[in-house]
């Protein structure tokens, strides 16, 4: 009886055995879809946080846009003081400037200016920007630039954010939005010492969101953006 039971705790033992290789082989399995998930698709806000901690040369905050970069005729048009656009929180080190659009086909600059403004007294949602380029390459400054815009979730509180204007729903710019966002661009990476290959990016980099649409959904194009600002810069 007791052998019979050695036995049968003898053949337990050695099915397990058997099995274990099984067992690791499918964990190690797992493990590794998961690693090459993760390496092929990385988190970008992953990459987002490691760029973030590069060493940075302080700069003298900016108001006014249009007294830094008189070239680019820049119109001043603030936003009263709110909590849902304005909310007159100061800025601390511009780390990223970061690209949207404004996923309404057609409306100006002023429009989506005015659309920010009215969130004030009609709060559906809490958005802004610092800047909105139209679709004739007019620049409006929503608010000084040593204040944070509504516009990129965890990102606001590091960055500068450009909402461009597209005259249909593949949300490419006109040539006019592109060059004027180009401009910019430039000279904001100039003015706080930024490398346009890591800190320019798209809100799609922050949270995922399709925006700016046409920028996330053709990666060459966006490529080519920041080739352009680079060229610019040099
Ligand atoms: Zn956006």
């Not at 493990?31 to 990459?47: A, E, M, Q």
């Not at 005729?73 to 304005?86: A, F, G, K, M, W």
């Not at 989506?112 to 679709?135: C, D, K, Q």
């Not at 953006?225 to 810069?233: L, N, S, T």
């Amino acid at each position: 009886m007791r052998n019979k039971r050695n036995e049968n705790s003898i053949r337990g033992f050695r099915a397990f055995c058997k099995l274990l290789p099984v067992v690791v082989g499918v964990l190690a399995a797992f493990i590794g879809i998961i690693i090459l998930v993760n390496v092929s698709n990385p988190d970008k806000s992953g990459i987002e946080m490691l760029s973030l901690l590069k060493p940075q040369i302080p700069v003298e905050p900016i108001e006014s846009a249009a007294e830094v970069f008189p070239d680019l005729e820049i119109q001043e048009d603030y936003l009263t003081v709110n909590d849902y656009s304005r909310p007159g929180d100061s800025l601390g080190m511009v780390k990223k400037i970061v690209i949207h659009y404004t996923a309404n086909p057609g409306s100006t600059a002023q429009a989506n200016r005015n659309y920010f403004e009215s969130l004030a007294t009609n709060p559906v949602t809490s958005a802004s920007s610092h800047f909105v380029i139209g679709m004739e390459g007019e620049i409006i400054q929503c608010m000084p630039l040593n204040e944070i815009a509504y516009a990129t979730k965890e990102a606001n509180e590091y960055s500068i954010s450009i909402e461009c204007c597209h005259p249909d729903e593949s949300g490419e710019f006109t040539t006019a939005t592109y060059n004027r966002c180009v401009l910019l661009t430039a000279e904001l990476c100039d003015y706080y010492h930024l490398d346009p290959e890591t800190d320019v990016i798209r809100h799609y980099d922050v949270t995922g969101k399709n925006c700016p649409r046409f920028y996330v959904e053709n990666p060459e194009e966006w490529d080519m953006f920041i080739g352009f600002v680079k060229d610019y810069m040099e």
